[in-house]
């Protein structure tokens, strides 16, 4: 290779690789048009690596006000998006604590973590850094569903496979369902009153003009990446 074309492709490498999520492995990927609200919302989900989980709290003295905490997620290995948020959990957790009197809670996930709004230069509150809230319930997993959230996890989340044993920790996924609207409002009911009775929805804010909703059915259907050849 001549040496006068050696800055340029470094140069040029960077620039892709800049250009990339944290989390994304390939400089070919990039986030889908705003109006493809459910492709954006799939997009997110498979970019990030964490995200904050609001429970209704159990313990004194904040019992059934909301409690937000952070949780390293995963909704498959990279490239393989499967849009469900899988997590790590162990009973020790509060949070977790929290899920056992009542299951549901709310998820959110912002490009903000990745590298994407710092190089655009947007701010982690500004709608053009895109953002996700998903409401629904956490529920444990199982069978060959267990297998494909250990591998979606354990490879983006190495750290985990080295985790103390004796906390019993177990596969969960956050669950998006749409169901029937409750009559009234209801709080810290156990898992088997509340899993017909919520409403669950998509939440995304990628740009101006206010907050967007998909349903569960459009946001699973969405593809969440178009790569280029």
Request: net charge negative; hydrophobic share 40%; glycine share 6%.
């Given at each position: 290779?001549?040496?006068?074309?050696?800055?340029?492709?470094?140069?040029?490498?960077?620039?892709?690789?800049?250009?990339?999520?944290?989390?994304?492995?390939?400089?070919?990927?990039?986030?889908?048009?705003?109006?493809?609200?459910?492709?954006?919302?799939?997009?997110?989900?498979?970019?990030?690596?964490?995200?904050?989980?609001?429970?209704?709290?159990s313990h004194k003295p904040v019992v059934g006000q909301p409690f937000s905490n952070?949780?390293?997620?995963?909704?498959?290995?990279?490239?393989?998006?499967?849009?469900?948020?899988?997590?790590?959990?162990?009973?020790?957790?509060?949070?977790?604590?929290?899920?056992?009197?009542?299951?549901?809670?709310?998820?959110?996930?912002?490009?903000?973590?990745?590298?994407?709004?710092?190089?655009?230069?947007?701010?982690?509150?500004?709608?053009?850094?895109?953002?996700?809230?998903?409401?629904?319930?956490?529920?444990?997993?199982?069978?060959?569903?267990?297998?494909?959230?250990?591998?979606?996890?354990?490879?983006?989340?190495?750290?985990?496979?080295?985790?103390?044993?004796?906390?019993?920790?177990?596969?969960?996924?956050?669950?998006?369902?749409?169901?029937?609207?409750?009559?009234?409002?209801?709080?810290?009911?156990?898992?088997?009153?509340?899993?017909?009775?919520?409403?669950?929805?998509?939440?995304?804010?990628?740009?101006?003009?206010?907050?967007?909703?998909?349903?569960?059915?459009?946001?699973?259907?969405?593809?969440?990446?178009r790569e280029h050849h």
């Amino acid at each position: 290779m001549s040496s006068s074309l050696r800055p340029t492709l470094l140069l040029l490498l960077g620039l892709c690789l800049a250009s990339l999520g944290s989390s994304s492995p390939a400089c070919r990927v990039q986030i889908p048009p705003h109006d493809q609200v459910a492709r954006v919302a799939r997009f997110i989900a498979h970019q990030c690596d964490w995200a904050s989980m609001a429970t209704i709290s159990s313990h004194k003295p904040v019992v059934g006000q909301p409690f937000s905490n952070v949780f390293s997620v995963s909704d498959g290995p990279h490239g393989t998006s499967s849009g469900v948020p899988y997590m790590y959990l162990t009973h020790m957790e509060v949070s977790v604590q929290d899920l056992q009197v009542s299951p549901q809670a709310s998820l959110s996930m912002s490009l903000a973590q990745t590298h994407y709004c710092r190089q655009q230069g947007f701010d982690p509150q500004s709608p053009l850094c895109a953002h996700v809230i998903l409401s629904g319930s956490v529920l444990q997993v199982n069978g060959t569903e267990a297998d494909f959230a250990k591998k979606a996890l354990f490879s983006r989340h190495p750290e985990m496979i080295d985790w103390p044993t004796d906390h019993n920790w177990f596969f969960a996924k956050f669950n998006i369902t749409q169901v029937p609207e409750p009559p009234e409002p209801v709080l810290l009911r156990g898992p088997s009153e509340t899993s017909s009775l919520s409403v669950f929805q998509v939440w995304v804010l990628d740009y101006f003009g206010g907050v967007k909703t998909v349903t569960p059915d459009e946001y699973f259907q969405a593809a969440p990446r178009r790569e280029h050849h």
